[in-house]
C-alpha cells in the first residue's frame, strides 16, 4: 500500500505533514483544501512506501531559519526529517556554500538561500544566510562621521517623516529608530550580525542603545563615565554629539545591540 502525504505550511521552516490512507479520503481532501486554503499555502504532495518505516506524523523543519556569518566562518544546520537523503543548495555560492551534509560556508558579504530538499521531502526547506565583513571601532567611526554631511545637526526627522526596514531585526522602525537601524547598516553592512547586552562596559563606537524603551541612539564616542551619541527624533531633527551619562543610562534602563 501506497501511504501518501500533504504538507501544509505557514513558514518555509514549519512544514506540518499529516498521512492519508484511503485514495477517496485522500481526493476529498484535496478538493476541499483547493477551495478554502489559498494555494501558495500548499506546499507539496509526496508518496512514500510502506516499508520506509514513515509511520508517524512528524514536523519537518531546519534547526535555523535565519544565520548570521563573517566571511570565512561556517556553521552547519539540520533537517529533522529522520530518512531519505538530503540534497543542499546555496542560491548564491559567491556569498555563501553548503555542503552535502549542512555546513554553510560564508565567502563574502550579501545574502543567499540555503535549500535542502529530500527523497521524502518532495519541494524544500530554506534558510537565509546573512554574510558579513568584520570591522574596527576606528573603521566605525570613520563610517558614521562621513555620514554627517548627509544627516546634518538640525535635519528635520520625525516619526512621521522616517521610516526604515531594519532586516537584521526584521522590523520597520519610524523616527529614532528609523536612524539609528539606517546608521548601524551602513556602518556595518546590513547583514552583520547583532547580538544584545545590558553592560556599558562593553558599549563599542556604532553600537545602537536603547533607552528606557522610549528613545534609540547610535555611539560615537564611549569614556567610562559617558557616551557621546548621534540621534534622530530628537526634538523632531537629527542631533549630533549629545552626552549621555552611565548614570543617566543606569537610571533609564538601556539595552545595547552591538555588532562586531
Known amino acids: 500500500m501506497i501511504k501518501?502525504?500533504?504538507y501544509y505550511y505557514r513558514k518555509a521552516t514549519n512544514i506540518i505533514m499529516k498521512k492519508f490512507f484511503r485514495t477517496k479520503q485522500l481526493v476529498a481532501f484535496l478538493l476541499i483544501v483547493a477551495m478554502l486554503i489559498p494555494t501558495t499555502n500548499i506546499h507539496t504532495v509526496y508518496a512514500a512506501p510502506e516499508t520506509s518505516g514513515y509511520n508517524d506524523t512528524v514536523l519537518a523543519s531546519l534547526s535555523e531559519s535565519r544565520?548570521?556569518?563573517?566571511?570565512?566562518?561556517?556553521?552547519?544546520?539540520?533537517?529533522?526529517?529522520p530518512i531519505g537523503k538530503m540534497m543542499w543548495k546555496s542560491s548564491k555560492k559567491s556569498v555563501a556554500t553548503v555542503d552535502k551534509n549542512g555546513r554553510i560556508t560564508a565567502v563574502k558579504p550579501g545574502k543567499a538561500i540555503i535549500t535542502v530538499t529530500g527523497e521524502y521531502l518532495y519541494g524544500s526547506l530554506s534558510c537565509e544566510v546573512f554574510v558579513?565583513?568584520?570591522i574596527s571601532q576606528k573603521q566605525a567611526k570613520k563610517k558614521l562621521l562621513s555620514l554627517k554631511s548627509k544627516y546634518p545637526e538640525g535635519m528635520s526627522w520625525t516619526n512621521e517623516n522616517n521610516c526604515y526596514?531594519?532586516?537584521?531585526?526584521n522590523l520597520y522602525g519610524y523616527g529614532c529608530v528609523a536612524l539609528a537601524g539606517e546608521f548601524s547598516d551602513k556602518v556595518f553592512g546590513k547583514y552583520a550580525p547583532i547580538k544584545t547586552h545590558k553592560n556599558f562596559d562593553k558599549i563599542k563606537v556604532g553600537d545602537?542603545?536603547?533607552i528606557g524603551n522610549y528613545h534609540s541612539v547610535i555611539v560615537l564616542k564611549k569614556t567610562d563615565n559617558a557616551i557621546t551619541v548621534v540621534e534622530g527624533n530628537y526634538n523632531s531633527s537629527v542631533h549630533w554629539n549629545r552626552v549621555i551619562t552611565?548614570?543617566?543610562l543606569k537610571r533609564s534602563e538601556f539595552y545595547v545591540d552591538t555588532r562586531y
Open 4 to 6: 501518501v502525504a500533504i
Open 67 to 81: 544565520v548570521f556569518l563573517r566571511a570565512g566562518k561556517s556553521k552547519k544546520i539540520k533537517c529533522n526529517v
Open 132 to 134: 558579513s565583513k568584520k
Open 165 to 169: 526596514y531594519w532586516e537584521a531585526e
Open 208 to 210: 545602537h542603545v536603547r
Open 246 to 248: 552611565k548614570r543617566e
